[in-house]
């Protein structure tokens, strides 16, 4: 148990439609990142929240976005779901900057059909 | 892009020493190379990390080569729990940007009973 959290664990969505994927990171830790693992690939970087504002970006379009809260909880917004965007969602959570360690969360299984 | 390269797969028998080989051979001098596993459905899980002395932890050492081009991450005593998805990464710091993992497809490790 890594103290991160993803909610839900999995989800069926069609073409067009827009979902919210949300992530507790563990006490103490004031950075997430989010990534995208497509089935039998390594997880994707998405982007990086840092105190609340986007502190880097992967090669993502703009219809992939997010927030972090002032508890420094964090929600991955996908606008115009594609098939492709159908794959694991990884957050991980870890303290400061300097990505010493990351605790990853469970992952949040998106499915679109 | 990922800037290591590692075997697709590799065997190793249940209580025996699992050697698992990494090259790098772009890392620059300031790169730390990190080690992820990802057990089936589960969040990848941080084991080590080293810039160019060896490390050893509770769960692995890890041995990096003098000229810094590859490594070495050894588990001494292999359970069959140790099978799963493992990723050599080298940690990006782009100028002004902030750090990120860059996974590539990993290695499958296969403990056998």
């Known amino acids: 148990e890594t103290g991160v959290t993803q909610s839900p664990t999995h989800l069926i969505k069609t073409r067009g439609q827009q979902v919210t994927l949300r992530c507790s990171s563990q006490?103490?830790?004031?950075?997430v990142s989010w990534y995208q693992q497509a089935l039998g690939q390594g997880p994707q970087f998405i982007f990086q929240?840092?105190?609340?504002?986007?502190?880097g970006r992967g090669n993502f379009p703009p219809r992939f976005s997010g927030l972090q809260f002032p508890n420094y909880s964090s929600e991955l917004n996908v606008n115009a779901l594609e098939l492709d965007d159908s794959a694991l969602y990884l957050c991980?959570?870890?303290?400061?900057?300097?990505?010493?360690?990351?605790?990853f969360g469970p992952g949040t299984r998106l499915t679109v059909l | 892009d990922a800037k290591t390269t590692q075997p697709t797969s590799m065997d190793c028998a249940e209580g025996r020493a699992a050697n698992l080989p990494c090259n790098h051979s772009?890392?620059?001098?300031?790169?730390?190379v990190y080690w992820y596993r990802q057990i089936h459905s589960q969040g990848p899980q941080y084991i080590i990390h080293?810039?160019?002395n060896n490390e050893t932890n509770e769960m692995a050492s890890l041995i990096i080569t003098e000229d810094r081009k590859s490594s070495t991450l050894i588990l001494p005593h292999a359970t069959l729990r140790d099978t799963a998805v493992y990723y050599c990464?080298?940690?990006?710091?782009?100028?002004?940007?902030?750090?990120?993992?860059?996974f590539g497809k990993g290695m499958k490790l296969t403990v056998n009973p």
């Open positions: 990464i080298v940690r990006v710091a782009p100028q002004g940007g902030s750090e990120k993992l860059v």
């Open positions: 006490s103490g830790h004031n950075t």
């Open positions: 991980a959570s870890s303290r400061g900057q300097i990505l010493n360690e990351q605790f």
């Open positions: 929240y840092y105190r609340e504002e986007e502190n």
């Open positions: 772009t890392i620059s001098g300031n790169e730390y």
């Open positions: 080293g810039l160019k």
